[in-house]
């Protein structure tokens, strides 16, 4: 666990901050019990990243794909929001109390589950897009309106084209509305808080690098180190649903 010292740091650094930018990662929904990918026991270790996410992997065996995703969205489907969850929305609210604009806090997420906006967050930019969507890859019809679990082979309603989930897999890039939102985000904050991520992926990982450069403090939470670690102005090392709340 942190010492006092550096809790009161990143107290005092989210108390004069005025324009928040926070990004999360898997790490944020781990005690809502849904897996990681790199941790131990995590998703990458038992399914191939090539197999599962990557345009060809999904080319080759959409079943396989669809039978990986359905499984998410069960897993989604019965998990509540946690404290690290909750403290993000209060943080949001409490800025927005203080007259804030709602551009004053963003919450980009790499992850798809949708708890951040089921905790109350509301300016949430969704990096890798939701599990809750699907999209016609002949129609390119995003649709939420399916059963939890999904066919095998999934066919949309609208031309009978096949589905895929509305994420984004390696190789792929972000939706343009997305990441301009997000870059904006990073470009006009004075404080930068990154969750749960083991930021090995771009370009979300280079997120608080910009931020930081720019001059923007940097607060990790994290329950071990990561690239970021080292360039952060305060690193907390321990479970996000613990230090968030903590944080407030
Ligand atoms: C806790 C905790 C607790 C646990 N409390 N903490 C060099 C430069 C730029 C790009 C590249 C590059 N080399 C390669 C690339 C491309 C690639 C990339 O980044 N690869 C790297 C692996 C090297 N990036 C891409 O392909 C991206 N697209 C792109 O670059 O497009 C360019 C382009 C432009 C124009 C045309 C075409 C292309 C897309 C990346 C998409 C990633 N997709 C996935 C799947 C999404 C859907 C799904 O969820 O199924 O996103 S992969 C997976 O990783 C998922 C996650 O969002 C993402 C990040 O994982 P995350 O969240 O960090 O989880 P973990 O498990 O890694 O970490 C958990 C952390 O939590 C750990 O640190 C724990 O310690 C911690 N933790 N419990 C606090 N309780
Ligand atoms: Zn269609």
Redesign the pocket.
């Known amino acids: 666990m942190p010492s006092l010292t550096s809790l009161e740091k990143a107290r005092a650094l989210l108390k004069s901050a005025r324009r928040i930018c926070v990004l999360t ?4 929904s ?2 809502s019990g849904i897996q ?4 131990a026991g ?1 998703l990458w270790e038992n399914h191939s990243v090539a197999e599962v ?1 990557t345009p060809q992997g999904f080319a080759d065996d959409p079943a396989l794909v669809w039978r990986f995703y359905n499984a ?1 969205r069960k897993a989604a489907d019965g998990a509540s929001p946690n404290a ?1 969850h909750l403290a993000l929305a209060r943080m949001e609210l409490g800025l927005r109390r203080h007259g804030a604009a709602r551009a004053a806090f963003a919450l980009l997420t ?3 589950d949708g708890l951040h906006q089921q905790a109350g967050s509301q300016n949430v930019i969704e990096l ?2 939701s599990v809750w969507q699907v999209r016609c890859t002949d129609c390119g019809e995003i649709s939420e309106d399916y059963p939890l679990e999904l066919p095998v082979p999934a066919r949309c309603d609208e031309c009978g084209g096949r589905l895929r989930p509305n ?8 939706d343009p509305a997305a990441l301009q939102a997000a870059e904006a985000a990073v470009a006009e904050c004075d404080l930068f808080l990154v ?10 990982a280079a997120f608080p690098l910009l931020a930081g450069r720019r001059g923007a403090p940097v607060i990790e ?4 180190l ?1 690239p970021i670690s080292v360039f952060a102005a305060v690193a907390l090392k321990g ?3 613990t230090l968030l709340p903590q944080l407030l």
């Open positions: 990662g898997a790490g944020v781990a005690a990681t990918f790199r941790d995590g996410a998410r690290a790499q992850n798809i890798h897009g994420v984004v897999w390696f190789g792929e890039a972000l969750v749960g991520t083991s930021a090995l992926v771009q370009p979300a939470v994290n329950t071990e990561t479970p996000a649903e």
